[in-house]
């Protein structure tokens, strides 16, 4: 199986803490040039120093608030002077903050959208070219399992969620003649931070020790166990892969059997 990434360029998202970090780790293994990218350079600057180079890669850092698509599309343009062709797109970005979808802003709706949805769009059209001229290219967005099951109290994220899978699959079928890839991955239930508020956003509604919610949001889980952020990137680096050639338009959850529908 070619899980090779040798002499391909990658831009991982959201790269300085959690799944992007260690997707980042983990493509950086199979041979990618890595290139983090979210808003704090010195803590990205210290996550590339821990990334595998073999003495040919060459990783990068680039800083912008994705809150601010302007900046995010300007930081590209100037790291795309240096690296011309991106084979490997990894969306990811923090979730909106938890709530009812019936009380939500409008704003904050809007906020999400241009923080996951816009950025992954100007993203992608900024490197389709150079994956149609390599004939290669991977598009992967860390979404939720929301897409497929609404979450309770993740209103706006349940709701940006599916509009960026749906963009997902649409260009899933306008690129795969290029040999361009779009792909979803669903994480459930992960040990990150951005878990541990959701879990004590719920523990402080309910009244309850965050130690307590924990093991009923365990409880719901089949494997009875919150997942690890190198596990979830582990598929991710299979869908970048070669091997994962004629793997296009899905949405792979990563829960351990939390979602209830196919």
Not at 3 to 11: E, R, W
Not at 169 to 179: D, I, R, S
């Given at each position: ?13 959201g790269s300085s803490q959690g799944m ?243």
């Open positions: 199986m070619d899980l090779n990434l040798k002499n391909k360029n990658a831009l991982v998202c992007g970090k260690a997707i980042a780790i983990q493509l950086a293994e199979m041979g990618a040039n890595v290139t983090l990218f979210a808003r704090n350079l010195e803590v990205l600057n210290r996550v590339k120093a821990e990334l595998a180079n073999d003495g040919t890669q060459e990783h990068f850092a680039i800083c912008a608030d994705f809150s601010d698509p302007a900046a995010v599309g300007r930081a590209m343009d100037e790291q795309l002077s240096i690296v011309k062709e991106y084979h490997i797109l990894i969306n990811n970005t923090g979730g909106p903050a938890p709530g009812p979808a019936n009380t939500a802003a409008s704003e904050a709706f809007l906020a999400a959208f241009n923080q996951h949805l816009i950025n992954n769009h100007q993203l992608a059209q900024k490197l389709i070219p150079g994956m149609k001229n390599a004939g290669f290219g991977r598009i992967i967005n860390v979404i939720s399992t929301s897409v497929k099951q609404p979450l309770p109290n993740l209103g706006v994220s349940n709701t940006v969620r599916g509009a960026v899978a749906s963009w997902a699959k649409t260009m899933a079928n306008e690129l795969g003649q290029f040999g361009i890839s779009v792909n979803n991955v669903l994480p459930g239930a992960t040990n990150t931070v951005r878990l541990d508020a959701i879990i004590k956003n719920k523990a402080a509604k309910k009244g309850v020790s965050i130690e307590a919610m924990a093991e009923e949001e365990k409880s719901i889980i089949p494997m009875r166990r919150f997942g690890e952020a190198e596990e979830f990137a582990n598929v991710v680096a299979f869908l970048a892969s070669p091997a994962a050639a004629y793997v296009t338009g899905v949405s792979i959850p990563v829960d351990g059997g939390r979602t209830s529908c196919l």
